[in-house]
């Protein structure tokens, strides 16, 4: 199956600082998501993204479909930010299995 | 999200016993989805639905059974839990058409099998 790559596995940031996550993937996709699992577990949709740019308000996301892989940029970051960022995939229209990476875990500290 | 609710959000059962997991949406979405989230795994595809009756079987789906008789409602069924169902189930919803493929997700339910 595809393979989903994120780094970094984890992340410390100091209130204030931006930051870049990544996700690789090792075939042509359909659908690329981010999304937000915060600390009590809910899984937010950040970005429906499967190539260019997208930007909502401190967060953006680009994806370069060519090159396989995809960027979560976080600006200004803050306590409300920590959680696992997840990028999933999906190969084809109506694939329907969204495969995931293992996750990012970000911690911002004030 | 409101749009889409999962009950029970905890539960303890015994190995051997059966259990049903229920997701309620209410965005009236074609797709529907169960997902187990496990340490090391990140989220795994067990079952989904793409319309009432209509359902298939996703990366995990060994021990697992669905049903559909409503758009609205998509049970996920235990037939006899062992301690290796032990996680936390995600049910998700997607619209499905060809503009946007974007995923909800319910709150999740923790199940512990002892």
Known sequence: GIQVEQSPPDLILQEGANSTLRCNFSDS????QWFHQNPWGQLINLFYIPSGTKQ????????VATERYSLLYISSSQ???SGVYFCAVELGAGANNL???????????P | DAGITQSPRHKVTETGTPVTLRCHQTENHRYMYWYRQDPGHGL??????????????????DGYSVSRSKTEDFLLTLESATSSQTSVYFCAISGG???YYGYTFGS???????
Not at chain 1, 29 to 32: E, K, S, T
Not at chain 2, 47 to 61: A, N
């Open chain 2, 97 to 99: 058409d060809s503009y």
């Open chain 1, 99 to 109: 495969f995931f990476g293992t996750g990012t875990r970000l911690t911002v500290i």
């Open chain 1, 79 to 81: 306590t409300t930010d």
């Open chain 2, 44 to 61: 795994r595809l067990i079952h989904y639905s793409y319309g009432v009756k209509d359902t298939d079987k996703g990366e995990v789906s």
């Open chain 1, 56 to 63: 909502n308000g401190r967060l953006s996301a680009t994806t």
């Open chain 2, 108 to 114: 999740g339910t923790r199940l512990t099998v002892v």
């Open chain 1, 29 to 32: 996709v359909n659908n690329l």
